[in-house]
């Protein structure tokens, strides 16, 4: 996840500071065979995104329509805590990663990018505004999802999931600039 560390400008652009977040997942390879042994509506669809989602920031050719079905859903156990009454509604509503996700393949791995630089002005400020403000203090659960569209590729379920207390990113990137 890249976040960045200045408000948005309203003219847009894509580059400057920003945080970086790195979280790894993994599942064995037994895990995995039994869950594609399984069948579900679900690990068909994640196969789908793997194998065809199309690679890169801005493709122009795959499943771009599977490319972007990637959701995230995030919930903030203490948002009445941290003060963000207008937050409030949007806490636990899912979001599509439509054009601000990237996909890259490895031999073994599937790395998946977010970057918050591409998101919509009013949510990059929203993001900006609150971040100080929580910093260590909030307590969040982050899942990923790939969205069913119908029938036969529901239920969903979740591919991997994070709770994250104590990410207090500018105290962390100062302690790395100390170094």
Request: proline share 4%.
């Amino acid at each position: 996840m890249v976040v960045p560390v200045e408000a948005p400008s309203l003219l847009g652009g894509y580059d400057g500071p920003c945080y970086q977040i790195v979280i790894v997942f993994g599942a064995s390879a037994e895990a995995l065979a039994e869950w594609q042994a399984g069948g579900s509506a679900a690990c068909k669809l994640f196969t789908r995104f793997a194998q065809n989602a199309p690679e890169g920031v801005t493709p122009s050719s795959g499943d771009i329509d599977v490319k972007e079905r990637l959701k995230l859903l995030a919930v903030c156990d203490n948002l009445k805590e941290l003060n963000l009454g207008s937050f409030e509604r949007y806490n636990g509503k899912p979001a599509l990663l439509t054009k601000s996700g990237s996909i890259y393949r490895g031999d073994d791995y599937l790395e998946i990018n977010m970057n918050t630089f591409r998101f919509g002005f009013v949510t990059k400020k929203g993001i900006n505004t609150v971040l100080p403000s929580i910093g260590r203090k909030a307590k969040i659960h982050l899942a990923f999802t790939v969205e069913g569209r119908d029938d036969s590729e529901l239920p969903e379920q979740t591919l991997c999931a994070v709770r994250c207390e104590g990410l207090d990113l500018f105290t962390l990137a100062k302690d790395a600039d100390d170094m």
